[in-house]
């Protein structure tokens, strides 16, 4: 905890800086989903020697390095989750469950156990 006055307002200006406010966090939190999804589009259009060459290149971003390398490895090792996370970052992952809207028709689901038919008429009530 030692240090001097000096050292530590400067430790905590450094803090202060990276900090953002509400508002800055939204805007960054837009700002890079459309980093993701611009560099994902890029990626997804290019052939596969492209996106290799592309890849080595040292003045890439961190951002392009991470979603090109998650791509590289699913084309190289045939991973479709690597790029089913990609694309679940993009346009959001498809929902689990299905909701039923309006009446059931209950010839339709007499296979279903007595529980479920409970629960299905509960929930349309």
Same mark, same amino acid.
């Given at each position: 905890? #030692? ?7 400067? @430790? ?6 990276? !900090?953002?406010? #509400? %508002? *800055?966090?939204?805007?960054? !939190? %837009?700002?890079?989903? $459309? *980093? ?8 997804? %259009? ?12 040292? !003045?890439?971003?961190? $951002? *392009? ?7 590289? !490895?699913?084309?190289? /090792?045939?991973?479709? @989750?690597?790029? /089913? ?19 059931? $028709?209950? *010839?339709?689901? @007499? ?15």
């Amino acid at each position: 905890m #030692g240090g001097t006055k000096a050292q530590k307002d400067a @430790s905590r200006a450094a803090r202060v800086r990276w !900090k953002l406010k #509400g %508002h *800055e966090v939204a805007e960054e !939190k %837009h700002l890079t989903q $459309n *980093e993701v999804i611009m560099t994902m589009s890029k990626f997804m %259009h290019m052939p596969k020697s492209e996106l290799m060459s592309f890849l080595q290149d040292p !003045k890439r971003t961190v $951002n *392009e390095i991470l979603i090109g390398s998650i791509l590289a !490895k699913a084309i190289q /090792e045939g991973d479709y @989750s690597r790029a /089913e996370f990609l694309y679940n970052r993009i346009l959001g992952k498809v929902p689990d469950r299905v909701q039923v809207t309006g009446s059931i $028709n209950y *010839e339709l689901v @007499s296979t279903l156990d007595d529980f479920t038919k409970k629960r299905i008429a509960s929930d349309n009530r």
